[in-house]
């Protein structure tokens, strides 16, 4: 069996840097490393919609922005397919039958949906595709035969619960789908970036975000408007690193080849921690450092960027492609999954022999 990648975003806006230490440099690390047979990068549009149901011009608008986020960190087109989730109509047929698998109390569970549902507001008016999406998340991974899920940790429960779906699968209807293995950030600072306000996680939804395409000038202004640690006030005040969200960047972003070429002064960044910790050492010098840090790394990002959009019709015949492989392949899953169920009375000559039989 070979080992197959199946992650994606839903585009509900541009992508963050969030995402890019969450999951999108992983994806490039392990699209080149040439261990994964095939790799499917999914802009999750009928997802999004499961909460912008009223809004999908905002849907629509941002299907081309995450293609050129994906192009632009490094996704290869010759290496993955990227595809447009709606068009591979095999998913949500999956889905159908996969909802039967499933609990609604199990789905109250999921922690993730729970704070999801609390950040919306929705109370008791939650739209009942969003309450179910994390089954149409395990339709996306098994449509592929994904064994490996590169994905931030806010994902850990639709890993879960995929993983319960397939085994009741198999066990019901016999061994049909695979078993997917969720892959977090290494770094623990990666695993939920939290947003330039110091909230939790960075999310678009939560518009505090520093985006993969802003200019230099806009990123700048946000790491200067980062939130750290309130009760440092004067420069020799001790400063606190845990929750300060400039600190948490460092620990995701930064590396010894940094201070050497911007702060020579600290070798590392357990250094640079230290001094804070004692006092005497500045927020705007921290967060200087990291403006060079993150510059860096999203000045490639954003010269490729510049190149895709001048191809804007190349871009779109990517998605094309993609999503016809794509297609193609779910639908290799949906019938076998249909074979398994015994409901693919055309396809399978048994029926009608059978039914002859029974009315002779
Ligand atoms: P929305 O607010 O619309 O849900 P989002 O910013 O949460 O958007 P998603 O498209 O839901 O982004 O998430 C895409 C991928 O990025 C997932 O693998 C998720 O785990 C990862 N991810 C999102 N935000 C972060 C973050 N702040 N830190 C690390 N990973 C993240
Ligand atoms: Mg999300």
């Known amino acids: 069996m070979g080992k ?7 585009p509900t806006g ?11 440099k992983r994806r490039v690390e392990l699209q080149n490393s040439g261990e994964f047979d095939d790799i499917f990068i999914m802009i999750a549009d009928a997802q999004a919609l499961t909460d912008n149901a009223d809004n999908p011009a905002k849907i629509r ?11 632009s960190v490094g996704i290869d087109p010759a290496k993955s397919n990227i595809f447009v989730q709606s068009a591979v109509t095999e998913l949500t047929e999956l889905t159908f039958y996969y909802m039967n698998l499933v609990t609604v109390s199990r789905l109250q569970r999921n922690p993730t949906v729970k704070s999801e549902i609390q950040m919306r507001n929705f109370e008791t008016s939650i739209p009942t595709g969003f309450f179910t999406y994390p089954i149409s998340q395990a339709s996306d ?14 994902q850990m429960p639709m890993l879960e619960q995929t993983r319960e779906i397939v085994h009741k699968f198999n066990s019901v209807y016999g061994e049909t789908l695979v078993e997917p293995q969720i892959l977090l950030p290494d770094n623990k600072a990666c695993l939920r970036l939290p947003g330039i306000d110091g909230k939790a996680k960075m999310s678009k939804s939560l518009g505090n975000c520093i985006y993969l395409s802003e200019d230099e000038k806009e990123v700048k202004k946000k790491v200067m408007s980062m939130f750290t640690d309130p009760d440092h006030i004067r420069i020799e005040d001790p400063g ?10 460092l620990d995701a972003f ?3 080849g940094h201070f050497a070429e911007y702060l020579p002064e600290y070798a590392n960044l357990d250094e640079l921690k230290a001094h804070y910790q004692r006092g005497g050492l500045g927020d705007v010098k921290v967060k200087k450092f990291l403006n060079n840090v993150i510059q860096e790394e999203l000045s490639p990002i954003r010269a490729r ?14 998605l094309k492609k993609g999503t016809e492989v794509a297609q193609e392949r779910a639908a290799q899953t949906l019938s076998e999954v249909k074979h398994a169920m015994k409901i ?12 002859i039989k029974k009315y002779k």
């Open 4 to 10: 197959i990648i199946l992650t994606g975003d839903r």
């Open 14 to 24: 541009k992508l963050h840097v969030g995402h890019y230490v969450g999951s999108l």
């Open 61 to 71: 608008d941002n299907i081309m922005e995450v293609a050129l986020d994906y192009l």
């Open 141 to 154: 991974i098994t449509a592929f035969k994904a064994t490996t899920v590169p994905v931030g940790e806010d």
């Open 240 to 249: 606190k690193i845990e929750g300060n969200t400039v600190f948490t960047y």
């Open 254 to 256: 930064s590396n010894e």
């Open 305 to 318: 960027r510049k190149e895709y959009e001048k191809d804007i019709e190349g871009v779109y015949e990517i």
């Open 344 to 355: 693919d009375y055309f396809e399978d000559p048994e029926f009608l022999s059978e039914q």
